[in-house]
């Protein structure tokens, strides 16, 4: 039977370890006690190991005896090895062949360029998750073409009602109060140069090419993304996704792709009738604020605006419809199995939507301003 596991140390002018007993992984505790507690005693270094009194050894006592032998930053030689019978020999060559390469030199670090390294990745990761959904969905959109009675027309139906119809008073509300603002700025500032009319053309303009579409779509992303996030993601938390896909379902089929239909169908409907609010707002102010009758108002819009400003922004609604929907898709397939998670990917959503439909009204905007639109 093997001894228990010891070490000492002498004192003398040599400055020698003598370890004893069973180095094996079976007292791994009772070795790391040991090398821990003689560790204040080699400060100076070591000049011997004396292996003689060793009666079992294994890879994981090898090793701390190498680790002794080649000390601390004080040692300037590694320790002797002696007293190593023939059966360990080789197993002591081959742990101090180990870890020989000099440390790589520290990397120098600079604040600005990880700043930046760590943005690319994000984004890069970002956009991967993004085009994979996208993917996904397009995929199910296939599907579903070659075969329409998989089509979940009732679900369809249902989120149409939730994202459209229901989101119209608040939708028309916030946006009359915008178109109302706009005009009340407009008319305080332009009376000063005597250009009351040109009101009529900036909110036209504004509410019909930018703003209508704009604040639609960042409600929607608010209102509907959100509860996109957190209804996918509850599903998660609850294994329902799993389920749907043991029973032989595609979850993107049955959960998203008739969430992500109705929002390219709900939002240019809201753009519409976001837009005809806006501009009821600012033309019932330049009435009572401005003293312009609502005759003198139409004639004036339709003299400033064109049917191309209307059609720039009901062009960018689908597609800013289906960046929210895939964002709020993705986002709650992201979801952990913690309230904590759920309520991190939903913020996330909604950030990441509100983001990417500014960043794509820009790309609008110059896009439609080079083809002279």
């Known amino acids: 039977m093997s001894s228990a596991p010891d070490l000492t140390m002498d004192d003398g002018a ?4 003598h370890p004893r007993g069973a180095w094996t992984v079976a007292n791994v505790e009772i070795l790391e006690r040991l090398c821990t507690g003689i560790q204040p005693r080699l400060a100076h270094g070591i000049r011997k190991i ?33 007293g190593l019978s023939a059966s360990y020999s080789g197993l002591i060559g081959e742990v101090r062949k180990l870890n020989r390469r000099p440390p790589a030199p520290a990397r120098r670090t600079n604040a600005l360029a990880d700043l930046l390294e760590r943005v690319g990745r994000g984004v890069i990761a970002e956009t991967m998750v993004f085009l994979d959904m996208l993917g996904s969905v397009g995929i199910a959109l296939f599907r579903t073409l070659r075969h329409p009675r998989s089509f979940r027309f009732t679900s369809t139906v249902y989120q149409l009602g939730q994202v459209g119809w229901r989101a ?33 053309d900036m909110v036209g303009i504004l509410v019909l090419r930018e703003l209508g579409v704009l604040i639609v779509a960042i409600m929607v992303a608010g209102r509907s993304g959100s509860a996109y996030t957190a209804e996918i993601g509850s599903m998660k938390m609850r294994e329902e996704i799993d389920a ?42 330049t ?18 605006v064109s049917i191309n400003s209307f059609e720039v922004g009901m062009i960018k609604a689908p597609f800013m419809a289906l960046v929210i929907g895939l964002i709020a898709a993705s ?6 199995g913690s309230a904590e998670s759920l309520g991190q990917q939903t913020t996330s959503s909604v950030v990441k939507s509100i983001f990417l439909v500014i960043v794509l009204d820009g790309l609008f905007a110059v896009f439609f301003a080079s083809i002279g639109m």
């Open 14 to 17: 040599v400055g020698s370890l």
């Open 331 to 336: 986002e709650g397939l992201r979801v952990k």
């Open 168 to 200: 119209i008073p608040i939708m028309a509300l916030i946006t009359f109060l915008i178109g109302a603002i706009i005009a009340q700025q407009g008319i305080f500032h332009f009376r000063k140069f005597g250009a009351d009319s040109y009101v009529v």
């Open 244 to 285: 749907l896909t043991t029973m032989g379902l595609d979850p993107v089929e049955v959960l998203i792709l008739p969430r992500v239909l109705a929002l390219v169908i709900a939002l240019p409907i809201l753009t519409f009738l976001g837009s005809m609010a806006a501009l009821y707002g600012g033309g019932l102010v």
């Open 50 to 82: 004396d292996l003689s009194g060793i009666t079992a050894l294994d890879t994981v006592g090898a090793w701390l005896i190498e680790k002794l032998a080649r000390g601390g930053p004080a040692q300037t030689t590694e320790a002797e090895i002696t």
């Open 287 to 304: 009435w009572l604020y401005g003293g312009m009758g609502p005759a003198i108002f139409v004639a004036r819009l339709h003299e400033a």
